[in-house]
């Protein structure tokens, strides 16, 4: 038994090595660097961000390294997550990002603000934060973005989901990916959503795709069935519903696609077929 016990630990330990050499931070001229920090998994995460854990397991966290640079009083923090894919990546990234930000070149898609430096590329969102006010660390802090940017493996694209939201209207930085719960409903998961203005109106448009036909019917199923619609199976569809906490919202779908438009009132379908008509062409 006793034995057995040690084989576990040795195996836990042996994993969280295979972790650790996953991630080898550069180094940073005039800066001495700590990577004695552990390893954060899923199981653990809390003990490090406490509760906005649940935001990074909700979008596939893998594991977290940490990395500080320091210089005198000088201080610069690097946390590296690494979620399931490019996707997931970018879903937590865009849950932290404002279209106010000043948007740099890094990795898919980055910024600064206040001391702080995050992009994101292939499956990692990163971090990098100093409280110094001395410009020369400020840039070195950047520099050292654009070092570990270039270190890390993985697409520097935006996911290509992106392409498929009309470009009239829409605001920009403002898309996000929701992996669950769209428009606060379990039975509706793994959505873009792009912000669009027209005029005085100001909507939200949430692109879903599936390449199982199961559960692409069963997400419109479930959506007809609460707004109290009888559900019709086919591959094409077009729906005004009614959504007790949302509204009025537009539904349509095509083949693997599931368009959904909220923050439109009841009589303005002509936009929505507009948008709807060129997502689904």
């Not at 935001?55 to 690494?82: C, M, P, Q, R």
């Not at 894919?85 to 849950?95: C, E, P, R």
Request: with cysteine; charged share 25%.
């Amino acid at each position: 038994m006793k034995n057995k016990i040690c084989l576990v630990f040795f195996l836990i330990f042996l994993s969280a090595s295979a972790f650790a050499q996953d991630i080898k931070f550069p180094d940073l001229k005039g800066y001495n660097k700590n990577t004695t920090t552990p390893v954060y998994l899923p199981e653990n995460l809390w003990d490090y961000i406490n509760g906005a854990a649940d935001t990074y397991l909700a979008y596939s966290f893998v594991d977290l390294h940490v990395a500080e640079y320091k210089s005198g009083k000088n201080v610069i923090k690097v946390e590296i997550y690494k979620q399931a894919d490019h996707t997931m990546a970018f879903g937590i990234y865009s849950t932290e990002r404002s279209s106010t930000f000043r948007f740099q070149n890094l990795g898919s898609q980055g910024y600064a603000i206040d001391g702080a430096t995050n992009f994101f590329k292939g499956n990692y969102y990163v971090k990098i934060r100093t409280y110094s006010k001395n410009e020369k660390t400020l840039k070195t802090a950047e520099s050292l973005a654009l070092k570990i940017a270039d270190m890390l493996p993985g697409s520097s694209e935006m996911p290509s989901a992106l392409a498929l939201f009309p470009e009239s209207g829409k605001k920009i930085n403002e898309e996000t990916y929701i992996n669950e719960s769209v428009l606060g409903h379990k039975f509706l998961n793994k959505a873009f959503r792009a912000n669009y203005e027209s005029g005085n109106d100001i909507f939200s448009i949430f692109i879903m795709e599936s390449i199982i036909p199961e559960e692409r019917r069963k997400s419109i199923e479930a959506y007809l069935t609460a707004a109290g619609i009888d559900s019709v199976d086919s591959e094409t569809g077009k729906y005004m519903l009614k959504d007790g906490y949302n509204g009025t919202i537009f539904m349509a779908w095509k083949e693997n696609r599931i368009v959904i438009i909220s923050g439109l009132s009841k009589d303005q379908s002509a936009i929505a077929d507009k948008y709807t008509s060129e997502i689904l062409k």
